[in-house]
C-alpha cells in the first residue's frame, strides 16, 4: 500500500527532526560532562482519551491501558523489568 504523498513527506520531516534531535541530546551531554544513556526504554504511557496506554515503542503497538495514571506508570516499569529480564535470559 502506498503513502499519500503528504503523509510521505510529514513522515520524512519526522524523521529528520528525530535525528537532529538525538544529535542535540549527545552534544548536550558531552557539554555537560554527562554519558548520555545507553538503553532507550522500551514502554511509553501515552494519554488517549480518558486512558493511559501502555505502548511497546519496539512494536508500536498499546500492549495494555489503565484508566490510572499512576498504575500505568507503574504497569509500564514493571513490563520494563520483564523484558530486560527476558533480554538479559533470566526468567
Same mark, same amino acid.
Given at each position: 500500500?502506498?503513502?499519500?504523498?503528504?503523509?510521505?513527506? /510529514? /513522515?520524512?520531516? &519526522?524523521?529528520?527532526?528525530?535525528?537532529?534531535? %538525538?544529535?542535540?541530546?549527545?552534544?548536550?551531554? /558531552?557539554?555537560?560532562?554527562?554519558?548520555?544513556?545507553?538503553?532507550?526504554? /522500551?514502554?511509553?504511557?501515552?494519554?488517549?482519551?480518558?486512558?493511559? %496506554?501502555?505502548?511497546?515503542?519496539?512494536?508500536?503497538?498499546?500492549?495494555?491501558? #489503565?484508566?490510572?495514571?499512576?498504575?500505568?506508570?507503574?504497569?509500564?516499569?514493571?513490563?520494563?523489568?520483564?523484558?530486560? #529480564? &527476558?533480554?538479559?535470559?533470566? %526468567?
Amino acid at each position: 500500500m502506498q503513502m499519500l504523498p503528504l503523509m510521505q513527506q /510529514r /513522515r520524512e520531516v &519526522l524523521n529528520a527532526l528525530f535525528v537532529r534531535s %538525538h544529535a542535540a541530546r549527545g552534544e548536550f551531554a /558531552r557539554l555537560a560532562g554527562v554519558a548520555a544513556p545507553d538503553k532507550k526504554v /522500551r514502554f511509553q504511557v501515552k494519554s488517549v482519551g480518558n486512558a493511559y %496506554h501502555i505502548v511497546d515503542l519496539v512494536t508500536g503497538k498499546t500492549k495494555a491501558f #489503565r484508566f490510572n495514571y499512576q498504575v500505568a506508570v507503574n504497569m509500564a516499569i514493571a513490563f520494563e523489568k520483564q523484558a530486560n #529480564r &527476558l533480554a538479559e535470559g533470566v %526468567h
